[in-house]
């Protein structure tokens, strides 16, 4: 059966410092991956997604990147950190071509202080 | 854009009481997800609704969708506490990838 692993599950981190959030997949190939935020009591904010190593496309401009080194492998990453990059992080994957959703890995959730 | 709406936001309501979520969206989607969201934690899938017409339940939760007006709903029978939680819609897009963009999430507080 395909996992999803996340972390860590907790981070934080002062305002300038470097970030790096890993989500690794398991029991499947070649998966979309994607990266979504969710701010406090707020919905979700699709930030990344790939469709296989080293393709990555981002959703909206910010202070974030991301990678995808391996297959089964999605790196979130800031070289600085701001204030408003607080948030609780979710990795997800989906199948392709098409697939019945997604599944979300349990999430990191970031304070920045 | 495609924009996904949910109504109500916040929601706080009985044990035993029915009531209903909402789900709008903006543009033609062939797929719309159920989740739920316990506080701290992350997104419990519930509901996948294909088609039009598309009626799922899982003991007190239905959900059913409307292709045609862009709605969803959630429908809670007879509510008891375990069931409070957050709940979000989200209406699948294919731009590459299938991404899902989410509504704002409705959060349910049933009280004893």
């Known amino acids: 059966s395909q996992t999803i692993h996340q972390w860590p599950a907790t981070l934080v981190q002062p305002v300038g410092s470097p970030l790096s959030l890993e989500c690794t997949v398991e029991g499947t190939s070649n998966p979309n991956l994607y990266w979504y935020r969710q701010a406090a009591g707020r919905g979700l904010q699709l930030l990344f997604y790939?469709?296989?190593?080293?393709?990555i496309s981002s959703e909206v401009p910010q202070n974030l990147s991301a990678s995808r080194p391996q297959d089964r492998q999605f790196i979130l990453s800031s070289k600085k950190l701001l204030l408003s990059d607080s948030g609780f992080y979710l990795c997800a994957w989906s199948a392709v071509p098409r697939s019945y959703g997604y599944t979300f890995g349990s999430g990191t959730r970031l304070t920045v202080v | 854009e495609l924009k996904v709406e949910q109504n109500p936001l916040f929601l706080s309501m009985q044990e035993e009481k029915n009531y209903t979520i909402y789900c709008n969206y903006s543009?033609?989607?062939?797929?719309l997800y159920w989740y739920r969201q316990d506080p701290g934690k992350s997104l419990e899938s519930l509901f996948v609704?294909?088609?039009?017409?598309a009626v799922k339940q899982e003991g007190r939760l239905m959900a059913s969708l409307d292709t045609k007006a862009r709605l969803s709903t959630l429908h809670i029978t007879a509510a008891v506490h375990d069931l409070s939680a957050t709940y979000f819609c989200a209406v699948a897009v294919f731009q590459g990838a299938q991404k899902l963009v989410f509504g704002q999430g409705t959060r349910l507080t049933i009280n004893p």
């Open positions: 543009t033609t989607s062939d797929r």
């Open positions: 609704l294909l088609s039009n017409g």
């Open positions: 790939s469709v296989g190593i080293g393709q």
